[in-house]
C-alpha cells in the first residue's frame, strides 16, 4: 500500500520539478529581451545592418529579424549570453547552409560579445570585413563555402582568443598574414580551395596548439617548411595542389599525432626521409602521389604505420621493391603506385590481413612474375570482399593466369591485365565477377577461346583482348551483354561466324580485325548507323551491307562457282585490256589533279606546319585498332604520338573517309573554320594533312591536341553500378561543362567579320580536356552566316544531327545561330537528365523537351540523370542542401526549355543563356561540393 501512494507522489513530484524548470528559462530567455535594452541596442542596430545586406533569404531564416514581438535573442541564429557582463548581449551567430546570398556587413565588429560565427554553406560575396578584428572575444570564424574575395584581413590577429578560421572554398587572394602568427590558441587554420600566393609562412611551425591546417588547392610555392615538424599537436597536414618543390622535410617525422598527410600534386622532389614514417604511428592517409619524389619506398612503412587506410603514391619516380611490410597494414582499404619504377615480385601476402582493400592499382611499373608462386597475390586478394577495382597492367608478369582471379570480389568494376607477357587461357571464372564493367586484357599471349560465362558480366561496357593469340568462335553469350559499348578483339585467331547475338548490345566501336572470322555478316548489326566497325583482315567474311565491301555469299552448286570462276578470269582479262588503254589518259588526269590538290592544300595549310601521310601513319602505328578513338559520319580520329620541337605530343587524328560524299567539303568546312577561330573553349586543331598514302589514293587529315578524357556523350551515359562510377560527372562539373560550351558558341556567334554556325552540336562532339574543361570540336558541318554554299552536294544541305538540328532546318530553312541554340538547348537537357533526345521511350509526340517541361518545377527529382539522384540521395536527403541542388537542377533544365523553343525568335540568345548559367554557378557553386570536400572541414 505505501509503495501505491509513493510511487504517484514521485510522478507529481518529477512534473513540478519539470515545471519550475520550464518557468525559469522562459523567465530568463524573456528577460534578455527587456533587461537593460539600451545595452543590447547596438547588437540589434548590428544584426539588421547584417540582415539589410543580405539579398536573397530563400528559406526566410531571417523573417523574424527585426519583428518588434520576437525578441533579438529568439531570432534564428541568434544566441545571446545569460550570466555577467555578456548577459542579453549576441554570443553566437549560427546561419550555415541556408543559402544566403549578399555581402557580410563591417557592422558585424560591433558584436563586441561575439564568441562564434558560422556562416559557411552560404553565397556570401565581396571582401572578409576587416571590422571582424573588432570582436576580441571570437573564438570560432567559419566562412567556408562561400565566394568571398579580396584578401585575409591582418585585424584577424586582434582576436587573440581565436581558436578555429576556416576560410576554405572561397576566392581569396594573396597570402596568409604575417600577423595571424600571434594567434597562440589557434587549432584549426583552414584556408584551402583559394587563390592563395606566396610561401608557406615558417611562423606556422610557431602555432603550437594548430590541430588542423588546410592550405590545399591554392597557389603557394617555394618549399615545405622545416618548422611544421614543430605542431606535435597536429592531426592534419593537406597541401596538395599547389606548386610547392623541394624535398619533404625530414622534421615531418616529429609529428606524432597525425593522421592524414596530403602532400599530392605538387613538385616535390627527392627521395622520402629515412626516419619520416618512425613516429607516426597515427598516420591513416598518405598522399603523395602526382610529384617528382624517387628513391625507394621505406622497407618497414606498414609496421610503423599500423593505422594506413589509404597508400597513394602514384606518379612519383619510385624504384626497387614494393614493402612487404604493407602486409602488416591490417586497416589499408587502398594502394595505388601506379607509373612509377618499382619491381621485383608483388608481396604474396597482399590482401591477407587488409580484408578492407578496395582499391589495388600498381600497374606501370615493372613488377615480374614468372612462376605460379608469383601469382599467390591474386589469391590472397580474394580475401578482400570490397574490391573494386585491380590494375596490374604494363607490368613485367609471365605465366598462366591463375583461375583464382575468378574468386576475386564480385563488387569489383574493373580489372586491368593488360601489356604484360601472361599466357595460357581465360578461366571461365571470371565469369562470376558480375560487376565488372571494364575487363582490360590486350597486349598478352592468351590462348583459346573467349570464355562463354563472359556473357554473365550484364554490367560490362569495355572487353578489351585485343593482341592475344585467341582462338575459337566468339561466343553466342556475349550477345547477353547489354551495357557493352566497346568490344576490340584484333590480332587474334579467332573463327567462325559473327554471331548475330552482338546486335543486342548498345556497341558503338567493334573491332574484329585480323582474325579469321568467316561466313555471312550479320545484317542486324552492321546496318546500326553509329557503330563503327573494323572488320579488315578476315578473308572468310561475304555479304552483309554493300559499304563493308565484301564478296557475296556463295549460293551456287560447285560446277556453277566453277563456270562463274572462269567468265570472272575472262572479263577481269578483258578489264586489263582496257586498263592498258586508258592508262596514259589516267596519268595525265592524275597530274591535273595533284596540281589542284597542292594548290588546294596551300590555301588550306597556309599558317600550320606541313605533316606527311607517312609521319601520320607512324604517329598511329598504321592506323592501328587500338589507337582507334572514335568514328563519325565523315571519317575516324586515332590516337598518336608525334614528335614535335624535340619533343613526344600525344595527338588525335582524324582521317577523312573520301569515299563518303561530301567528305572532302567537310574537310575544308574544318580548316577554314578553325583557321579563323581561337577560344579556350574550342578544340585547337595543330596542323593538317592532304596528300596521297602508300597505295597512290587521295588522304586528308585533321591533326589536334589530344584531350585524354574523351566526349561528354561517354561521360553521361556511362552506366553507373551501385557503388559509383570513377568516371561520372557530378553537378558542379556538368554545370561547368554547360557554360564552356555556352561561352564557346558565344564565342563563334560574335565572330568578326562574320558569325559562325557549329550546326552540329552534340555532346560526342564535345570533348573534355585533363581538367575537364569542355572543348567543343569537329566543324566539318560549320559555316560562315549568310555563306553562299554554291553546290549541291550532299553536305551542303546537312543541317546537323537528329534530334538536335533545329525544327525549321528541316523546312529548309537557312542556318543560323538560333538553330545552334537550340541544339545547345537539347544538349544541355541531355546532360542533366542522362536521356538522348533519340531514345525509343518519348516516342514521336513526347520528345526530350516535353519530357522535361512536364516535370518542371515540382518532379525534377524524378527525371534527374541517375548519377545526380545518388549525388543527392547519398549525401543528406530531406535537407537544404539536397532541396538546393534540385533547385539548381530545375533552373538548368528551364535555360535548356528556352533555349529549344520551337520558333527560332522565341530561343534566348546564347549570350543570355550564358550569363544565366554563370548567375546560377555563382550562386550555388559552393554548396554544391561533394561529401569528400566537405568531410575535410
Not at 543590447?40 to 527585426?66: E, I, N, R
Not at 592524414?260 to 598516420?283: V, Y
Not at 575468378?406 to 591485365?417: E, K, Q, R, V
Request: hydrophobic letters at 40%; glycine letters at 8%; a negative charge.
Amino acid at each position: 500500500m505505501v509503495v501505491l501512494l509513493i510511487k504517484p507522489l514521485l510522478s507529481m513530484l518529477a512534473f513540478f520539478h519539470i515545471c519550475l524548470a520550464t518557468f525559469v528559462a522562459q523567465t530568463s530567455l524573456a528577460a534578455h529581451g527587456a533587461i537593460a535594452p539600451h545595452i543590447a541596442d547596438s547588437d540589434q542596430l548590428a544584426l539588421m545592418s547584417f540582415k539589410s545586406l543580405v539579398t536573397s533569404d530563400p528559406s526566410g531564416a531571417l523573417a523574424s529579424w527585426g519583428n518588434m514581438s520576437i525578441p533579438m535573442c529568439w531570432w534564428r541564429g541568434v544566441a545571446c549570453g545569460l550570466r555577467g557582463h555578456r548577459r542579453g548581449h549576441v554570443v553566437a551567430l549560427d546561419l550555415p547552409e541556408l543559402n544566403l546570398t549578399g555581402t557580410i556587413t563591417p557592422a558585424l565588429g560591433n558584436l563586441t560579445f561575439l564568441r562564434r560565427l558560422n556562416l559557411s554553406s552560404n553565397g556570401f560575396q565581396g571582401i572578409l570585413p576587416p571590422e571582424l578584428g573588432n570582436i576580441h572575444d571570437l573564438e570560432t570564424l567559419q566562412l567556408t563555402y562561400n565566394s568571398l574575395s579580396g584578401q585575409i584581413p591582418p585585424s584577424l590577429s586582434n582576436c587573440s582568443h581565436l581558436i578555429e578560421i576556416s576560410l576554405g572554398d572561397n576566392n581569396l587572394h594573396g597570402g596568409v598574414p604575417s600577423e595571424l602568427g600571434s594567434l597562440r590558441n589557434l587549432q584549426v587554420l583552414s584556408l584551402g580551395k583559394n587563390w592563395l600566393t606566396g610561401t608557406i609562412p615558417s611562423w606556422l611551425g610557431n602555432l603550437s596548439s594548430l590541430v588542423f591546417l588546410d592550405l590545399q588547392q591554392n597557389g603557394l610555392v617555394g618549399q615545405i617548411p622545416e618548422s611544421l615538424g614543430n605542431l606535435e599537436m597536429l592531426t592534419i597536414l593537406s597541401l596538395s595542389g599547389n606548386n610547392l618543390s623541394g624535398p619533404i622535410p625530414s622534421s615531418l617525422g616529429n609529428l606524432y599525432a597525425l593522421t592524414g598527410l596530403g602532400l599530392a600534386n605538387n613538385k616535390l622532389e627527392g627521395p622520402l626521409p629515412p626516419l619520416m614514417f618512425n613516429n607516426l604511428s597515427s598516420l591513416e592517409f598518405l598522399y603523395i602521389e602526382y610529384n617528382n619524389l624517387n628513391g625507394t619506398l621505406p622497407p618497414n612503412i606498414g609496421n610503423n604505420l599500423p593505422k594506413l587506410n589509404y597508400f597513394l603514391v602514384s606518379d612519383n619516380e619510385f624504384h626497387g621493391m614494393l614493402p612487404s611490410s604493407l602486409c602488416n597494414a591490417s586497416m589499408l582499404q587502398a594502394i595505388q603506385t601506379l607509373e612509377n619504377f618499382l619491381s621485383g615480385t608483388i608481396p604474396e601476402c597482399l590482401g591477407a590481413k587488409q580484408t578492407s582493400l578496395s582499391s589495388v592499382l600498381i600497374g606501370g611499373n615493372q613488377f615480374e612474375a614468372t612462376n605460379d608462386a608469383d601469382w599467390s597475390f591474386v589469391a590472397s586478394l580474394t580475401n578482400c570482399s570490397n574490391l573494386v577495382e585491380l590494375d596490374v597492367s604494363s607490368n613485367n608478369l609471365h605465366g598462366v593466369l591463375p583461375n583464382s582471379i575468378g574468386n576475386l570480389s564480385t563488387l569489383l568494376y574493373y580489372l586491368s591485365i593488360a601489356k604484360n607477357n601472361i599466357t595460357g587461357t581465360i578461366t571461365e571464372g571470371i565469369g562470376n565477377l558480375v560487376n565488372l564493367q571494364t575487363l582490360d586484357m590486350p597486349h598478352n599471349f592468351l590462348i583459346g577461346a573467349i570464355p562463354a560465362s563472359l556473357g554473365n558480366l550484364n554490367k560490362l561496357s569495355e572487353l578489351f583482348l585485343y593482341n592475344n593469340a585467341l582462338s575459337g568462335p566468339l561466343p553466342v553469350t556475349l550477345g547477353n551483354l547489354t551495357q557493352l559499348t566497346r568490344l576490340l578483339l584484333s590480332t587474334n585467331a579467332i573463327s567462325g561466324p559473327i554471331p548475330s547475338s552482338l546486335s543486342h548490345c548498345p556497341l558503338e566501336v567493334l573491332d574484329l580485325s585480323h582474325n579469321n572470322l568467316s561466313g555471312p555478316t550479320p545484317k542486324e548489326l552492321f546496318s546500326i548507323p553509329t557503330l563503327s566497325i573494323l572488320i579488315t583482315g578476315n578473308d572468310g567474311l561475304c555479304g552483309g551491307i554493300p559499304q563493308l565491301g565484301l564478296p557475296p555469299c556463295p549460293t551456287q552448286t560447285t560446277k556453277k562457282r566453277h563456270r562463274k570462276l572462269v567468265i570472272t578470269v575472262s572479263v577481269c582479262s578483258a578489264l586489263a585490256c582496257v586498263t592498258l588503254v586508258f592508262a596514259l589518259f589516267a596519268l595525265r588526269q592524275r597530274s591535273r589533279q595533284k596540281t589542284k590538290a597542292h594548290l588546294q592544300r596551300s590555301v588550306l595549310s597556309e599558317q600550320y606546319m606541313r605533316v606527311s601521310y607517312a609521319e601520320l601513319a607512324n604517329a598511329t602505328s598504321g592506323f592501328a585498332s587500338e589507337n582507334l578513338i572514335g568514328a563519325g559520319s565523315f571519317g575516324s580520329v586515332y590516337k598518336g604520338t608525334m614528335r614535335s620541337n624535340d619533343q613526344q605530343r600525344v595527338i588525335a587524328v582524324k582521317v577523312l573517309n573520301l569515299m563518303q560524299r561530301g567528305a572532302s567539303q567537310s574537310f575544308v568546312a574544318e580548316c577554314e573554320t578553325l583557321r579563323y577561330a581561337r577560344h579556350r573553349n574550342l578544340v585547337k586543331i595543330l596542323t593538317i594533312c592532304s596528300s596521297i598514302d602508300f597505295k597512290g589514293h587521295d588522304f586528308k587529315a585533321l591533326v589536334y591536341e589530344f584531350l585524354p578524357n574523351g566526349n561528354l556523350d561517354q561521360w553521361v551515359h556511362k552506366h553507373i553500378i551501385e557503388d559509383g562510377e570513377p568516371k561520372a560527372l557530378d553537378l558542379t562539373t556538368r554545370l561547368n561543362v554547360g557554360i564552356d560550351v555556352a561561352s564557346s558558341l558565344d564565342y563563334l556567334h560574335q565572330h568578326k567579320p562574320t558569325p559562325i554556325i557549329h550546326q552540329d552540336l552534340k555532346p560526342s562532339n564535345v570533348l573534355l580536356d585533363s581538367s575537364l574543361v569542355a572543348r567543343v570540336g569537329d566543324f566539318g558541318l560549320a559555316r560562315f552566316l549568310h555563306q553562299d554554299i554554291g553546290t549541291s552536294s550532299g553536305w551542303a544541305s546537312m543541317r546537323g544531327s537528329i534530334g538536335y538540328a533545329a525544327p525549321e532546318y528541316g523546312l529548309g530553312n537557312e542556318v543560323s545561330t538560333q538553330g545552334d541554340v537550340y541544339g545547345y538547348g537539347i544538349l544541355l537537357l541531355e546532360m542533366f537528365t542522362g536521356k538522348r533526345p533519340t531514345d525509343n521511350e518519348f516516342g514521336e509526340a513526347m520528345g526530350l523537351r516535353k519530357y522535361v517541361q512536364m516535370a518542371l518545377p515540382d518532379t525534377v527529382s524524378t527525371i534527374m540523370d541517375q548519377q545526380l539522384r545518388m549525388e543527392i540521395e547519398d549525401g543528406e536527403p530531406d535537407t537544404s542542401n539536397s532541396k538546393l541542388r534540385i533547385s539548381c537542377i530545375t533552373s538548368i533544365l528551364q535555360v535548356g526549355i528556352s533555349c529549344s523553343e520551337e520558333m527560332p525568335m522565341d530561343r534566348m540568345s546564347i549570350g543570355d543563356a550564358l550569363k544565366e548559367l554563370q548567375a546560377i554557378r555563382e550562386k550555388f557553386q559552393k554548396l554544391l561540393c561533394s561529401e569528400a570536400s566537405s568531410s575535410s572541414h
